[in-house]
């Protein structure tokens, strides 16, 4: 069976355990081939966030690739992939990738995924967000990327904040056809809850 390839990139911003809670999510998927490229902030932003050896982050991938290595296999076009996804997406990262504007591997592999026309998702951690900002937004938008900032739902009434992670992840997965097992928007549960209180007003 055909293995679907996903690269993964972690940047610089705040939100680590988005890129680490990713590849451990891909690593239970037996047909998922995972590319790692860490940026050298990502792995300053990782010591600072979590108590994960540099190692151990490496070691969560099938094949991990240096960050300014552009002879890698997926800084070309010619490299077979599915896609690429960005946690956490730093500002500078959207920047290039936005401008195509490639300095590392990271973004060159982006650039690649982008012309080869594959899905790239970038989970863009900033806020708040001025003009500059939006306008990269809109031209990675333009150009084909997915801009998807790790937004909470609170429909799903998280317990905890590796609930509110693995949602966040499972609806960037769901953007690749991989279904992750976490609480889905229930419209009969949300009526139900509305006609009890409907029920304790009347009453």
Known sequence: MKKQRIIVGITGATGTIYGIRLLEMLREQDDVET???????????????????????VALADYHHAFNDLTAPIASG???????????????????????????????AADVILKERKRLVLMVRE????????ECMLRATQSGAVIAPPVTSFYTRPKSVADIVDHTLARVLDLFGIR????????????????????????
């Open 35 to 57: 590319h790692l490229v860490v940026s050298r902030w990502g792995q300053l932003t990782r010591a600072y966030e979590t108590d994960m050896a540099a190692e151990d982050l």
């Open 78 to 108: 010619s490299f077979s992939c599915d896609g690429m996804i960005v946690a956490p997406c730093s500002i500078k990262t959207l920047s290039e990738i936005a401008y195509c504007n490639s300095t590392s591997l990271l973004t060159r």
């Open 127 to 134: 806020t708040p967000l001025h003009a500059g900002h939006l």
């Open 180 to 203: 992750i097992d976490v609480p889905r928007w229930d419209a009969a549960l949300a009526r139900r809850h509305d006609d009890a209180d409907d029920e304790v007003v009347e009453t």
